[in-house]
Structure formats: structure tokens, C-alpha cells
């Protein structure tokens, strides 16, 4: 069993949940879903990942009380430069604000700088969406900077703020939580 808020990777049978979370609006909106898939053009694309599993990507469910309420992926992992960019969604409305995308993210890092030995995660933000902005600040990543205008969805270009963290700022935070606790 897994504990609470944790990250395994995903199984086929979680799919059909994460198709809930591409046909709400708000959810969509936030994540850069432009049109919803049918389910079964859904379960296509991740079909592919689960007969091809490349070394670039890793998905994972994220689990409460034996149930998907998120979604965290570890992509475009570039061993020869030690960087991997990172995405999470939480699909459960109802789990909103209480720190499981926090608790996923970390077991995620844990996972690019200890087991792949990765030098720097990363990830892009739409500048609209403040409450990830908000997180990615508390966790300790930095602001590298603003892609202007960068990406076109929903008819307008919206620009995305970058973040990253370094495997060393992740070793100097950790410690700093353990003697904090």
C-alpha cells in the first residue's frame, strides 16, 4: 500500500481518471490543454508510452487513500547534461491546497537527483497561473526567467515562467527541513 500523497508509476488503468481532469475547463486551462481528447484518442497517446517507456520520460500517478488524484511527470531527461523538466497536475478539486502536489514534487526530485543522478530539474509556468508560481517559490526554485509571449493557446500568447532547482540547492533544502522538523 502506498502512503498517503505518494507517487508510483502509472498504471493503464489510471488513464481513464486523468481523462476527467483534461474535460474540466479550469483544469485544462491551467495545464495548456487546448481542445479535449476523445478517451480514446487519450488512451492512445499514453498506449505509446507504456509499449515504448523511453529513457526521456517517466509518468506517475499520484495516490491517496488508493485513489489517482494527480498526475506528475519527469520529461525530456537529457542524461548528457543532467536536466530533466518536470510537470504536475492535480486533478481532484477536492485536494487542491493541501500539499500533495508539495509531497509529489519532492519524491520527484528525490527521484532526478538521487536515483538518475540529474544536475537540474526544471519547469515552465503560464505567468497567469499564480497558485503554481506561488508553490514553485515556496519549494525554493528559482526564477531563471520569463519566455515572453511564448506560447500561443486560447488565442492569445501567453508568456511562461521558468524555474529550476540544482541538485545542491535540493540537498542544502532538505537538510534545512530535517533540522527544522
Avoid at 509556468?125 to 514553485?136: D, G, K
Avoid at 501567453?158 to 527541513?177: A, I
Wanted: charged content about 30%; glycine content about 6%; hydrophobic content about 40%.
Amino acid at each position: 500500500m502506498e502512503k498517503e500523497g505518494s507517487i508510483r508509476p502509472i498504471k493503464r488503468e489510471d488513464v481513464a481518471v486523468m481523462h476527467d481532469w483534461e474535460l474540466d475547463d479550469e483544469i485544462a486551462y491551467l495545464s495548456g490543454i487546448t481542445r479535449p481528447r476523445s478517451l480514446e484518442a487519450f488512451k492512445a497517446s499514453y498506449e505509446s508510452y507504456f509499449v515504448k517507456m523511453d529513457n526521456t520520460l517517466r509518468l506517475y500517478s499520484i495516490i491517496l487513500n488508493e485513489r489517482v488524484i494527480g498526475r506528475i511527470e519527469l520529461g525530456l531527461i537529457d542524461r548528457e547534461n543532467g536536466t530533466a523538466a518536470f510537470g504536475i497536475v492535480i486533478g481532484d478539486r477536492d485536494c487542491w491546497g493541501q500539499g500533495y502536489g508539495k509531497q509529489a514534487i519532492l519524491e520527484l526530485l528525490r527521484e532526478a537527483f538521487d536515483d538518475l543522478h540529474l544536475h537540474k530539474v526544471y519547469c515552465e509556468v503560464y505567468a497567469f497561473n499564480e497558485r503554481s508560481i506561488r508553490m514553485m517559490q515556496a519549494m525554493g526554485f528559482r526564477q531563471d526567467g520569463v519566455l515572453r509571449e511564448h506560447e500561443y493557446f486560447r488565442n492569445e500568447h501567453h508568456d511562461l515562467v521558468v524555474f529550476s532547482m540544482l541538485r545542491s540547492e535540493f540537498k542544502t533544502k532538505l537538510k534545512e527541513e530535517i533540522t527544522s522538523a
